[in-house]
């Protein structure tokens, strides 16, 4: 009996042993691993748009608002915001740069596709478009098309097509056409049918973005 009851205790011992010594070969089961989420997929953690260090002198649409006569006003001191105005694309490249003085846009303007390349380019003074407005083709260093304004009136616009040759020129006075010239795209010149100049590509609001 005695023989029996050892020989029993030793089979049960060594089954015991086989067991737990497997189970570090076993892979664990995560709880937050097996159970997908409701659409079967795993979750991917949201990410935040990425904003580069500022410089000194630049600053974030959120820090501003803006006063009644249009004037731009830093929320930190309640002040006419001075120095340049900057947005980012989600992938952390710069949307736009804005100069400002005194509250009002001044001096260059410039915005950027989501790759890095200039889209446009614009000049101000108090706030009104004076200078030259450049538009470039999307993904190039061509321009598309040019429009100067002497103080917030447009004197002339011009374009050209994406082989760098003109494609038109209109000039005014006091705000309205008064000549105009068209070219196809080798060159040659081409008849108006219509004294209406070539419609912006972009509408002409000074106190917004291209």
């Known amino acids: ?3 029996e009851s050892i020989a ?3 089979v049960i011992t060594a ?3 086989i067991q737990f010594a497997g189970c570090k070969y076993l892979p664990l089961s995560d709880p937050a691993r097996s159970k997908p989420n409701k659409l079967g997929t795993p979750k991917i953690p949201e990410t935040n748009p990425t904003i580069p260090a500022l410089d000194s002198l630049e600053f974030l649409e959120k820090s501003t608002y803006t006063g009644p006569s249009g004037v731009l006003y830093s929320t930190k001191n309640n002040g006419p915001c001075r120095g340049v105005l900057v947005d980012f694309y989600p992938n952390g490249r710069k949307k736009s740069a804005i100069s400002y003085t005194d509250g009002y846009r001044e001096g260059s303007a410039q915005w950027w596709t989501a790759s890095g390349r200039l889209k446009h380019v614009q000049n101000y003074h108090r ?3 004076n200078g030259i407005w450049t538009q470039y083709y999307d993904g190039y260093i061509q321009k598309r ?12 616009r011009r374009g050209w097509w994406p082989n760098g040759l003109k494609k038109f020129e209109v000039t005014f006075l006091n705000g309205k056409e008064i000549s105009r010239q068209s070219w196809d795209e080798l060159g040659a010149p081409i008849r108006e049918k219509t004294t209406r100049a070539p419609t912006p590509a972009v509408p002409v609001k000074p106190n917004q973005q291209p």
Do not use: F, V
């Open 8 to 10: 029993r205790s030793l």
């Open 127 to 129: 706030g009104k478009l």
């Open 1 to 3: 009996m005695k023989i």
């Open 145 to 156: 098309q040019e429009q100067i304004y002497d103080n917030g009136t447009e004197t002339m």
């Open 15 to 17: 089954l015991l042993i």
